[in-house]
């Protein structure tokens, strides 16, 4: 058996641990104490990956990602174990890093090494004969089981449905796991057989019933071959024999009968439709030359009213424009009469708003000349106008920050002038910082010199509060005579204030007095300033604003702005209203300067009227010409009409003879096309047609006896088909026999191995335990401290423990979760104090009762003396209190158990959590 000890570990760049943190596991028992989360587990799970190449509890399915083990907050350093090992006393260290081993004998050099060798040398009792790819498993899984324990392991030993599980943990625990595996996989293996046994029977049961549906069926060789049958059809329907397929030929057969039977359905149904139509092809041909000579007879009729509709069409299309050309006239003379009564109404009011005497008597070019302002664009009248408007709705604003303006400029006079009387003062005050230091200075004095002479008027009233034994004392009155003039002259000194304090104190209240009325002035001074440079603003503001609405008011009025820039402003209003008044005027005049003249040189009023009555006048006369047009045009409208209506009869007429003609016309085309189709080439006659008939009735028994032939080649084709397929169905039974008659043999030869090896097993396992048993017993009934179980044996089946109760026995589904427990950790360390070497404990004591814990710590300790040195136990927890149990615990085990650089027992304890680094402690 192999001794593995591991001496230290070092880890760095692993999971939770980035920093470099080194671990040493010389000791008998070492005891990694921290709290959860600080990487207990994790150093752990080092010493399984640097050992056997992979973290059980971090494989995802059968495989494992190294990269996993990555720190998750500090990168700078790689992920590296390092193990200072001794296999059977020889020293050897194994480096590990993400996709690198490395293996040095002692302190030499590294030298790369592969997984299956290392585990060879680790663990060669781990496996047996097989794959390397197997017995690596078998190794990792033997070393994992062997020497590491952890909570998790545990806990499963309470899962009820985790039986198969369990068997496992004690296989590990036993170093037995191979063997279990193997048993396994015959187990796996003849339930695939039996599966497959399964498959085969029910393959040839169901050959069977098929063969004896197709026997059901007939299988009788036909009396006529199938291929003789297709053939005679073939010949009767003049089809050419083939080498295809018989099922092929009995389709095409088939095909050809279902053809010519509709080709003969086909003229027979013409030769009936014949007889019945031939004595009608004379009425028909009469028929069809009538319909065509009405048709083009119609047709010529329409043809000659056309051109008189086109030239009605014509006329009428004249009148409408020349009624379209009056009505616009019309309502360009009404829309311009309007807008010159408007026009001349605006240009005379406005011309009275400008204070202008007899308006009317002004001709329109004088009015042109007078104002100018209608030569501008109407959005240059509208620009002026705004600007004007603004100007007018501002210049309320304007005088109201203009006196505003000046009064803030008589108040920035005065308010210079206190500003300057301030800093006067200022200048005359001197400096009030000197007045402070001066202030802090006498404060210092009185603190320093106040401290001394309160401490003695203190002392001063103890004194005189004090009382020799009740009665005046000789050595306290001294030179005062009695006690009482002491004690009144003491409560004088204790009361009474030095000359010299009330001095400092006279002139810090003087300094302080005159630094208030200084900063009562500074205060308001700058309050004055504030209040200058706020007025400073205003008076800026208030001069902009009245610059920019002076800047703006520069083009229509002087600067400064006069008083009546409201009447200047008001008449340049009116102005540009009777520039928009003659430019609507001139409107208007172009509006009916085509049909009546303006005089713009007679008076307004009287240029007006003319141009209204002109314009009256010739209303009148186009309201008479638009009445005579319209006469004129529904005349025409009613001889359209009527020549559109002749056309539509006439065009009625040929669709109607076109109609018979073409009934008449498709009605010979398919007795042509009829006849044709029987092949014949002579005239149409009833003669013929009577001989082609009678040829025709021989076709029909050709065809039922093609018929006959087809299906008969069908019924012979499917019992040769039967007949060929029982023959391979026969084939396939015997074969899918002897396939079932081997698979039997090697299920039974897999039965005998399973059951041989099941023996095998068993009396490996028993002979592996039976070294066990009394340590076993002796460990857990120190464990087990209520003593339901007085001690463990062995049963029949591997594996198989039962505990006995003096006459009773419990059985193994019977344990409790405890005792499952309590039995697991007994075999483990049973087989640690068998083999030696190093054992690793996650959290074993995390689901024991404090009896269970103390009578462990004794099994710990008792390894600890028993071997000597030859098993070291690392056991880990997060209890602070059992881990000083156990350091008194081993405080009394002798020096001469004490390992090689230290005690029996070594407490590591761990500081820091995973996140900020983890360290030991000191």
């Avoid at 007679?602 to 010739?618: F, H, V």
């Amino acid at each position: 058996m192999t001794a593995l000890a591991i001496d230290k570990i070092e880890i760095q760049g692993f999971r939770g641990l980035a920093k470099p943190l080194p671990v040493d596991l010389r000791s008998p028992l070492t005891v990694l104490y921290a709290p959860n989360g600080t990487g207990k587990t994790t150093i752990c799970d080092a010493a399984e990956w640097v050992v056997t190449g992979k973290v059980a509890r971090l494989c995802v399915g059968p495989s494992f990602d190294e990269t996993i083990l990555r720190p998750k907050f500090d990168n700078s350093f790689r992920t590296e174990v390092t193990a200072h090992i001794r296999i059977n006393g020889s020293v050897h260290r194994v480096r590990r890093r993400i996709g690198e081993l490395c293996l040095a004998e002692g302190n030499g050099n590294w030298h790369p090494v592969n997984l299956s060798d290392l585990l060879e040398k680790l663990a060669p009792e781990g496996a047996g004969k097989a794959h390397y790819k197997r017995t690596i498993h078998q190794r990792q899984e033997y070393i994992r089981g062997t020497r590491f324990l952890s909570s998790d392991t545990l806990a499963i030993l309470l899962d009820p449905e985790a039986e198969d599980r369990r068997q496992e943990i004690f296989s590990d625990l036993l170093g037995t796991r191979h063997l279990l595996e193997a048993e396994n996989k015959l187990e796996k293996l003849k339930t695939a057989l039996k599966k497959e046994e399964r498959r085969l029977v029910s393959s040839f049961d169901s050959i069977t019933e098929e063969l004896a549906d197709l026997e059901r069926a007939g299988l009788t060789a036909p009396e006529v071959p199938a291929r003789a049958s297709i053939e005679a059809a073939e010949r009767l329907l003049n089809l050419q024999s083939s080498d295809a397929a018989l099922e092929t030929r009995v389709q095409q057969v088939v095909g050809a009968i279902a053809g010519q039977r509709q080709q003969y359905a086909q003229r027979r149904l013409n030769i009936a439709m014949l007889r019945v139509q031939i004595p009608q092809i004379s009425d028909l041909q009469r028929n069809a030359a009538e319909a065509e000579n009405g048709r083009k007879a119609a047709e010529a009729t329409s043809a000659k009213i056309r051109p008189q509709l086109v030239k009605l069409q014509e006329e009428a299309a004249s009148i409408v424009g020349r009624r379209q050309g009056l009505r616009a006239r019309v309502t360009d003379l009404a829309e311009g009469r309007e807008q010159l009564k408007t026009a001349s109404s605006s240009v005379l009011v406005h011309y009275g708003r400008l204070g202008a005497e007899q308006p009317g008597k002004l001709s329109l070019s004088q009015s042109f000349a007078r104002t100018r302002d209608w030569e501008l664009s109407d959005d240059a009248r509208q620009v002026k106008r705004a600007a004007v408007q603004a100007l007018s709705f501002g210049l309320p604003e304007y005088r109201r920050r203009r006196a505003e303006l000046e009064i803030k400029q008589g108040e920035l006079i005065t308010s210079t002038t206190a500003l300057e009387i301030d800093a006067e003062l200022k200048a005359s005050r001197g400096s009030t910082v000197q007045d402070q230091a001066r202030l802090r200075e006498l404060r210092r004095r009185l603190e320093v010199e106040a401290e001394p002479v309160q401490r003695l008027q203190m002392l001063a009233r103890e004194l005189a509060a004090h009382e020799a034994h009740g009665t005046d004392c000789p050595a306290c009155g001294h030179d005062w005579e009695t006690t009482d003039l002491l004690r009144r002259a003491l409560e004088t000194i204790s009361e009474r204030t030095p000359a010299s304090l009330e001095a400092i104190e006279r002139q810090i209240a003087v300094l302080e007095k005159d630094l208030s009325a200084q900063n009562a002035l500074e205060v308001e001074a700058a309050a004055r300033e504030e209040a200058h440079q706020v007025l400073t603003g205003e008076i800026s503001r208030l001069i902009s604003s009245c610059a920019e609405f002076e800047q703006n008011a520069a083009r229509w009025l002087t600067t400064p702005v006069p008083d009546e820039a409201d009447h200047i402003l008001q008449r340049l209003l009116i102005s540009l209203d009777l520039a928009d008044a003659l430019r609507s005027l001139d409107k208007a005049q172009g509006l009916i300067g085509r049909f009546v003249s303006f005089d713009t040189e007679i008076p307004l009023e009287d240029a007006s009227a003319a141009a209204l009555t002109s314009i009256s006048n010739l209303l009148a006369a186009s309201s008479a010409s638009l009445g005579e047009l319209e006469a004129s045009h529904n005349a025409i409208l009613y001889q359209i009409q009527d020549a559109e209506q002749q056309i539509s009869a006439a065009d009625a007429a040929a669709r109607a003879y076109e109609t018979q003609e073409a009934q008449a016309r498709n009605r010979l085309d398919v007795l042509t096309q009829s006849w044709s189709a029987l092949g014949i080439s002579e005239p149409i006659n009833r003669e013929t047609l009577e001989k082609v008939s009678l040829q025709d009735e021989g076709t029909e028994a050709s065809l039922l006896k093609a018929e006959v032939e087809a299906e008969a080649a069908r019924a012979s084709a499917e019992l040769e088909a039967r007949l060929v397929v029982a023959s391979r169905k026969r084939e396939k039974r015997s074969e899918v026999s002897s396939e079932l008659e081997r698979l039997q043999a090697q299920l039974q030869s897999t039965s005998n191995a399973l059951l041989a090896f099941s023996g095998h097993a068993a009396v490996e396992s028993k002979a592996r335990i039976s070294g066990l048993t009394a340590s076993v017993n002796a460990i857990f009934s120190r464990l087990h401290s209520n003593r339901v179980i007085d001690e463990i044996s062995l049963g029949e089946a591997t594996l198989y423990w039962a505990g006995g109760c003096g006459a009773e026995r419990i059985e193994p589904p019977e344990f409790s979760h405890g005792q499952r427990q309590d039995l697991a950790l007994a075999l483990f360390l049973a087989r640690a104090r068998s083999i030696g070497g190093s054992f690793i404990l996650d959290e074993p004591m995390a689901h024991l009762d404090d009896l269970n814990r103390v009578g462990l710590i004794d099994v710990f300790r008792s390894i600890a003396i028993e071997q000597e040195g030859l098993t070291n136990v690392l056991v880990t927890t997060a209890s602070r209190s059992l881990t000083r149990h156990l350091a008194e615990k081993f405080a009394r085990v002798g020096d001469t158990l004490r390992a090689e650089g230290g005690s029996a027992m070594r407490v590591v304890e761990l500081e820091g959590n995973t996140r900020s680094g983890v360290n030991i402690g000191q």
